[in-house]
């Protein structure tokens, strides 16, 4: 294979791929990552994070969102029965939880479900065990949905990492269009948060019937259901890129056929590569401008 012309590297759209460059310190500008508190009114916000043998990384996890001290945070850990150091993490922090069970489940949609079921809060989101949320994004989503009370679900720009919380690369997201759920899911998942009022809407509940794609469910769903869905001008959560992960090793095998079922079911038909490639081109296109602007220091929004 012929290496890429300089041309192909800086007009190559990120959205999709998980190394961009070799791993170096996490540091993002202040226009996107900004902790200072939401100011009142503060909606009551819970997050579930799903977890099965999660022990290298939940801490991790658990520390970036207690560390935002996010008043009105009501935190559920649903554990598959771990049998590593998943629940002595746990422990640790027990008091600052809402919730924790540890029980056998049927996989990831189970465990989510059984969770949202313990909650209670205006707004919903969920995050692996092995990702991160950034500084502040709490108190920002919050204050956020505060302030457009017609917003029904909100997602952001995305950080790629390492094993050791080393950034590899960047999603810039363009504003969200609701056609591109027609044909690919590049919403970044612990970046995206909604509503009860869409999740009553749509069921209450993520279909378990997927293990791979429930989140692009998830979203369809909410579409169908008329969700106002906006993309939000700030780097929100990290997505730990590691050798274990579920996304990478599930991509090509029960990841293609779930996408294809999704599409199938909103097209009522086949649909090919080719396609999907076509579809798929004006979204990237305004992704590489976006990022662009980014790195120019021009995006604001």
């Known amino acids: 294979m012929m290496p890429a012309t300089l041309a192909e590297r800086l007009w190559r759209p990120r959205l999709g791929t998980l190394r961009h460059h070799p791993p170096r310190p996490l540091r993002l500008p202040p226009p996107f990552v900004d902790p200072r508190p939401a100011?009142?009114?503060?909606?009551?916000?819970?997050?579930?994070?799903?977890?099965f043998n999660a022990g290298p990384f939940i801490a991790r996890t658990l520390a970036s969102v207690l560390s935002q001290d996010?008043?009105?945070l009501e935190y559920v850990v649903q554990d598959g029965a771990s049998t590593d150091g998943t629940m002595a993490a746990v422990a640790l922090v027990r008091d600052r939880l809402s919730s924790v069970e540890s029980v056998r489940d049927g996989g990831q949609s189970d465990a989510l479900n059984r969770g949202f079921r313990r909650t209670s809060g205006e707004i919903l989101a969920y995050l692996n065990a092995d990702d991160l949320l950034l500084p502040g994004a709490?108190?920002?989503v919050a204050a956020y949905f505060a302030a457009h009370p017609d917003v029904d679900v909100v997602y952001g720009h995305r950080v790629l990492i390492d094993d050791d919380d080393r950034e590899i690369g960047r999603w810039v997201m363009p504003p969200h269009d609701p056609a591109i759920l027609s044909w690919a899911d590049y919403v970044p998942q612990e970046t995206l948060f909604w509503r009860r009022r869409i999740w009553d809407r749509t069921g209450a509940r993520i279909d378990d019937t997927f293990q791979f794609a429930m989140d692009w469910d998830l979203?369809?769903?909410?579409?169908e259901a008329g969700a106002v869905m906006v993309r939000l001008p700030r780097f929100l959560g990290?997505?730990?890129?590691h050798d274990e992960q579920k996304s990478s090793a599930q991509l090509h095998t029960l990841g293609e056929?779930?996408?294809m079922r999704i599409r199938e079911r909103i097209h009522g038909r086949p649909v090919g590569y080719e396609e999907i490639s076509?579809?798929?081109r004006p979204y990237l296109l305004r992704h590489i401008v976006c990022q662009k602007l980014y790195r120019l220091g021009l995006l604001a929004s």
Do not use: G, K
């Open 39 to 51: 100011a009142a009114p503060r909606p009551r916000v819970s997050l579930v994070t799903p977890a």
């Open 238 to 241: 990290a997505f730990r890129v």
């Open 257 to 259: 056929r779930e996408m």
């Open 219 to 223: 979203l369809v769903r909410f579409r």
């Open 278 to 280: 076509r579809r798929i």
């Open 138 to 140: 709490l108190a920002y």
């Open 70 to 72: 996010y008043p009105q």
